[in-house]
Every structure is written in structure tokens, then in C-alpha cells.
């Protein structure tokens, strides 16, 4: 069964001071691996895919990682407009192409 | 815009009492999906639509159904709904697969009373 970890649950940064969310996932061969953030009461808004490991991608102060184990969302200076909870998901090779699986997310507040 | 939209954002309902949620979308996006998130917990996906075909996640309850009449529109049914039922509902698409991501809408918060 995909199982996607996500870690820290919640997070409390100054505004400035930057620092990584963590998705740890195991599935069973990997189609791709996804970030969104989730604002309150909204549905999620979609960020990133990554395919292997090694990839890389980046939107404004977000920098998301891929290994063969984990991703990393890293964000660089954070200003509060970036609080939200941001979920990490997987698609697995031997699921159909429409089976996604989320984590719980990590809740991110950005201080001023 | 192009967008997901679902109505309605809040939903109260009695207990055993059938409801419809609605979802629209003018992306053109041959993909659309149902997803349950209760409270700091992940999306659960109930099922989805790949043009007119319908899939059933094994998991999700008989008192979950889907009607899609065209590409635009997409409702989910829940028949008698339990307490257990309450959470926020997530409708989602997407161009032909998710790897391209997800477009959700805002979500209809149910409420069973």
C-alpha cells in the first residue's frame, strides 16, 4: 500500500527565516510526486510535480527535492502570505493513472 | 477565469437526509474527481470520472454516488447520510492524467445534523 509520511505536522517560522518540510513516501515504483498548498477552507492549489530523483523545481521562495526516499519542500525567507498548510502526494507505476495518495500536510504560520 | 467551482460552500443536512453537491468547471478538463478531507486529515478519493467512464475507489461507501451528464458538470449523491459523513468535499481536475496536477475547487463543507 503507498504510504505518504509527512513531517513536521506544524511548523512556526519568523518571518526571514528559512527551513524545509519533509514527505516521506513508500510506494511500489514512482509515476510522481506532487506539492500543493492548502489555504484555509480551500481546496488545495497545485505547486509541483517531480518525476525522478535528482529533480529539482522552484516557484518564487518555494525549492522542491526528490530522492529515492523523501522530497523536500524548502522555502527560502519566508514572508506570512506563505502560511498554509502545504500536502504532499504520490502516484504510484502500478496504481492507475488517476490513483493519487496524500499526506496529512504539514500546517506552515509565518510570523511577521 | 477558468476555474472549479462548487456549490454550494456550506451545506447543512439532517441525518438520513439525501444531498447533492454540484461541481462545474470551464477548463475543459476530460478528467474530474471526488475527494473527501476530513478535519487535518488527507484527501481521501471516493471516485472520479475519466470522460464518461466511472471509477469507484474499492473503498469508498455504497452511500457515495456520482452522476456526470457532460464534460462541464459533476455531482455527488450521498443517499443517507451519517454523522460520520460530515467533512469537506473536494472536487478536483484534471488533463487527461494527475501527473499534469490537480485543479480543485474550493470545496462544499457538509455539515449532518
Known amino acids: 500500500e503507498d504510504q505518504v509520511t509527512q513531517s513536521p505536522e506544524a511548523l512556526r517560522l519568523q518571518e526571514g527565516e528559512s527551513s524545509s518540510l519533509n514527505c516521506s513516501y513508500t510506494?511500489?515504483?514512482?509515476?510522481?510526486l506532487f506539492w500543493y498548498r492548502q489555504d484555509p477552507g480551500k481546496g488545495p492549489e497545485f505547486l509541483f510535480t517531480?518525476?525522478?530523483a535528482g529533480e529539482e523545481k522552484e516557484k518564487e521562495r518555494l525549492k522542491a527535492t526528490l530522492t529515492k526516499k523523501e522530497s523536500f519542500l524548502h522555502i527560502t525567507a519566508p514572508k506570512p502570505e506563505d502560511s498554509a498548510t502545504y500536502l504532499c502526494?504520490?502516484?504510484?507505476?502500478?496504481?492507475?493513472?488517476?490513483?493519487?495518495?496524500f499526506g496529512t500536510g504539514t500546517k506552515l504560520q509565518v510570523i511577521p | 477565469d477558468a476555474m472549479v467551482i462548487q456549490n454550494p460552500r456550506y451545506q447543512v443536512t439532517q441525518f438520513g437526509k439525501p444531498v447533492t453537491l454540484s461541481c462545474s468547471q470551464t477548463?475543459?478538463?476530460?478528467?474530474m474527481y471526488w475527494y473527501q478531507q476530513k478535519s487535518s486529515q488527507a484527501p481521501k478519493l471516493l471516485f472520479h470520472?475519466?470522460?464518461?467512464?466511472?471509477?469507484n475507489e474499492a473503498d469508498t461507501p455504497d452511500n457515495f454516488q456520482s452522476r456526470r451528464p457532460n464534460t462541464s458538470f459533476c455531482f455527488l449523491d450521498i443517499r443517507s447520510p451519517g454523522l460520520g459523513d460530515a467533512a469537506m468535499y473536494l472536487c478536483?481536475?484534471?488533463?487527461?492524467?494527475?501527473?499534469?496536477?490537480?485543479?480543485f475547487g474550493s470545496g462544499t463543507r457538509l455539515t449532518v445534523v
Open positions: 478536483a481536475t484534471s488533463r487527461d492524467g494527475a501527473l499534469y496536477g490537480y485543479t
Open positions: 510506494v511500489s515504483g514512482l509515476r510522481g
Open positions: 517531480l518525476y525522478s
Open positions: 502526494a504520490v502516484q504510484a507505476k502500478s496504481g492507475g493513472y488517476q490513483k493519487v495518495t
Open positions: 477548463l475543459n478538463h476530460n478528467v
Open positions: 470520472y475519466y470522460d464518461k467512464d466511472f471509477n
